[in-house]
């Protein structure tokens, strides 16, 4: 309920209640990646300046945890898609470089071999998104280019679609 209005403050201490009662033995409540992915929803949907801050916050602990062995929390391309939605609606400075960081860090995790974290169609358009809002035609541009290179070459995850066109195309407008 917190996520759908997004309370993401509040459905984050909800989470930190359910951590600190696994902790101390109670097993019922022991989070999971949907426990961590719907505060990341929170975040993405709150008007929050700290959203992005918060919710990239959200994923690392999720990686922490998964990688201590603790909980069964390994992120997935949707967990990183969310705080890169987070980043693409923000009105920070630097928010679409941010976003960028982070599709190349998918990149440098997928190419280690986690299958899991490929960036796909959804991931190259929320940051080709954050660069059209800053008006930033030559970075959208360059990574559709980059997508359709991707695709042609046999990535098929990655085809570009009519948003990735438009959003460029409309931008590209904006400039003539």
Not at 56 to 77: A, C, Y
Request: glycine fraction near 4%; aromatic fraction near 8%.
């Amino acid at each position: 309920a917190y996520s759908k209005t997004g309370n993401a403050e509040k459905a984050e201490a909800l989470l930190d209640e359910m951590y600190t009662a696994f902790v101390k033995g109670n097993e019922s409540v022991k989070p999971n990646v949907q426990s961590f992915a719907t505060v990341l929803d929170a975040w993405s949907k709150s008007t929050s300046p700290e959203a992005p801050q918060r919710a990239e916050q959200i994923l690392s602990r999720m990686l922490k945890h998964f990688e201590s062995g603790e909980l069964d929390t390994k992120p997935n391309v949707v967990s990183y898609n969310t705080v890169i939605n987070c980043w693409a609606k923000s009105r920070q400075q630097g928010g679409a470089q941010r976003a960028e960081a982070i599709l190349r860090e998918m990149q440098d995790r997928h190419k280690a071999g986690d299958e899991v974290l490929k960036p796909n169609v959804t991931t190259y358009n929320l940051v080709i998104n954050a660069y059209a809002k800053r008006e930033n035609a030559e970075k959208a541009e360059a990574l559709l280019d980059e997508m359709y290179d991707d695709f042609v070459n046999g990535d098929k995850s990655v085809k570009p679609n009519v948003r990735s066109f438009t959003t460029v195309l409309d931008l590209s407008l904006l400039h003539i």
